[in-house]
């Protein structure tokens, strides 16, 4: 079964530790897509909630002291529960306060799986990457290394992306090309990407599993972008938004099998 079909089975809980900027679009953004969003920031409780979760989505996207802590405290208790831990490095590179809490979050919780554009990859691995407040700059680079190394350092799944999404556990490395221009003029959609990666890898227990999870919450996520774009006809971006949360409520296992580009290599 799809693992697309397997989320709207069983209506995974996501437990996000997100940014003011994202809240309600990646709420209704999970929900659409069949997953059920809990966001939950207290230190009273945000053990508790990790532990319940089918996996936690973290995100310093509008990060502060208080929000570093409840953080940590998430992450930490969902490794001592064995729930999968996302993290989405809003902004890493962009001030010294994010990139270092961002290096002390890697440091101290065990993330299974980083999302990022291509600057913030960098900056949680110590790297330099030109970046311009939370949007990627330009850059040069081998994007592909980049992942590679950052995946291998980590000893995680790490998924850079852009106009090309690139996947990689340090071994296998997958390229998806689905996806739309339009997806750049919404804020957040980063950030909900991130937790649709939690709720794809919510419901996949064996982690020998998860990149090909992850790569189908990728392909399926870009997808849903390109029909939402023809059903916009135009009209604009704030029509794309709604149309983009309709095509992810929509969305068929059998329109991602048949319409998904995935490219797939080993580097040994
Ligand atoms: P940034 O802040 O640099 O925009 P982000 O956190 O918003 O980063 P993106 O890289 O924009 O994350 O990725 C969000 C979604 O947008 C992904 O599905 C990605 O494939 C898609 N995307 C980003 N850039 C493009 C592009 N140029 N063409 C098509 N799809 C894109
Ligand atoms: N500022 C701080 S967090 C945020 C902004 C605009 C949202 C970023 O969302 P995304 O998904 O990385 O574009
Ligand atoms: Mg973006
Ligand atoms: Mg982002």
Same mark, same amino acid.
């Not at 790490?158 to 390229?175: M, P, R």
């Not at 339009?182 to 919510?202: D, H, K």
């Given at each position: 079964m799809s693992i697309l079909q397997q989320v709207r089975n069983r209506n995974p809980l996501v437990h996000n530790i997100t940014n003011v900027v994202v809240t309600n679009f990646t709420a209704n953004g999970l929900l659409a897509l069949g997953a059920s969003p809990f966001m939950a920031y207290a230190h009273e409780e945000v053990e508790d909630v990790a532990a319940m979760a089918g996996?936690?989505?973290?995100?310093?996207?509008?990060?502060?002291?208080?929000?570093?802590?409840?953080?940590? +405290? &998430?992450?930490? $208790? !969902?490794?001592?529960? /064995?729930?999968? #831990?996302?993290?989405?490095?809003?902004?890493?590179?962009? %001030?010294?306060?994010?990139?270092?809490?961002?290096?002390?979050?890697?440091?101290?919780v065990k993330v299974d799986i980083v999302r990022g554009n291509v600057a913030e990859v960098a900056h949680v691995i110590g790297e330099n990457w030109q970046i311009k407040g939370v949007d990627a700059g330009?850059?040069?680079?081998?994007?592909?290394? +980049? &992942?590679?190394? $950052? !995946?291998?350092?980590? /000893?995680?799944? #790490?998924?850079?992306?852009?106009?090309?999404?690139?996947? %990689?556990?340090?071994?296998?490395?997958?390229?998806?090309?689905?996806?739309?221009?339009?997806?750049?003029?919404?804020?957040?959609?980063?950030?909900?990407?991130?937790?649709?990666?939690?709720?794809?890898?919510?419901?996949?227990q064996d982690a020998e599993r998860r990149l090909e999870a992850v790569t189908e919450a990728v392909a399926c996520y870009g997808l849903a972008a390109e029909l939402a774009v023809v059903d916009a006809g135009g009209q604009g971006t704030g029509s794309f938004q709604t149309a983009f949360l309709n095509r992810l409520s929509t969305i068929t296992p059998e329109q991602v099998n048949e319409h998904c580009r995935i490219q797939r290599h080993i580097y040994p």
């Open positions: 996996a936690v989505m973290l995100n310093i996207g509008t990060l502060d002291p208080y929000t570093v802590q409840s953080i940590k +405290l &998430a992450g930490q $208790a !969902a490794n001592r529960a /064995g729930v999968p #831990v996302i993290f989405d490095p809003v902004g890493a590179g962009a %001030t010294a306060y994010r990139t270092a809490a961002a290096l002390e979050i890697v440091a101290e330009g850059g040069a680079g081998d994007r592909k290394e +980049l &992942a590679l190394r $950052a !995946a291998r350092k980590l /000893g995680c799944i #790490v998924v850079i992306t852009g106009e090309q999404d690139i996947l %990689t556990d340090g071994t296998q490395l997958n390229i998806v090309t689905n996806g739309h221009i339009l997806l750049t003029r919404v804020t957040g959609t980063g950030c909900l990407l991130s937790s649709v990666v939690a709720a794809f890898a919510a419901v996949v």
